[in-house]
């Protein structure tokens, strides 16, 4: 449980003036968005922020080894913020096989895939982490996985 005088500490972040910077940069919904160079910490605090700022799903797109903890991380930043549910922030893995294998990656890592690209798709995620390999996998379009 979080104490509310903590919330209202991270509450305080909303209006600085770096994040006014970003919430403006967000809010623009022309194409794609970028913003980078945060610490660990400061992503964890700042993403659920920055979600709610975006008003659509913010993708955070990290190396594989790090995809654990992120996740981990985001969800912290979910309950220390209040920005966003922590049951909106999903993990989409990569496949653990490489494309000219002529392998079927396993099927626990589909089923994980499906779930995460179905709730992407119906928008129930606020906060999409995926490592580089699954970010780099065409994708059909929205309708095919609403489905």
């Known amino acids: 449980m979080i104490l509310p005088f903590v919330r209202e500490v991270f509450a305080e972040l909303e209006h ?26 400061a992503r964890a605090v700042y993403l659920p922020l920055m979600a709610r700022a975006a008003r659509q799903p913010v993708i955070v797109v990290v190396l594989t080894t790090s995809c654990r903890s992120a996740g981990a991380d ?12 922590p049951a909106q922030v999903v ?41 580089v390999e699954a970010a780099a996998l065409k994708l059909f379009d929205r309708d095919y996985y609403a489905g």
């Open 16 to 41: 600085s003036s770096g994040f006014e910077r970003v919430r403006r940069h967000l809010s623009l919904h022309a194409g794609r968005r970028r913003v980078s160079g945060l610490t660990s910490t």
């Open 74 to 85: 985001a969800a912290r930043g979910c309950e220390l913020t209040g920005a966003v549910d």
């Open 91 to 131: 993990r989409l893995p990569a496949h653990d096989v490489l494309p000219f294998e002529n392998l079927s990656p396993h099927p626990d890592v589909q089923e994980q895939r499906a779930a995460a690209l179905w709730k992407l798709a119906t928008g129930a995620v606020s906060i999409l982490i995926a490592p």
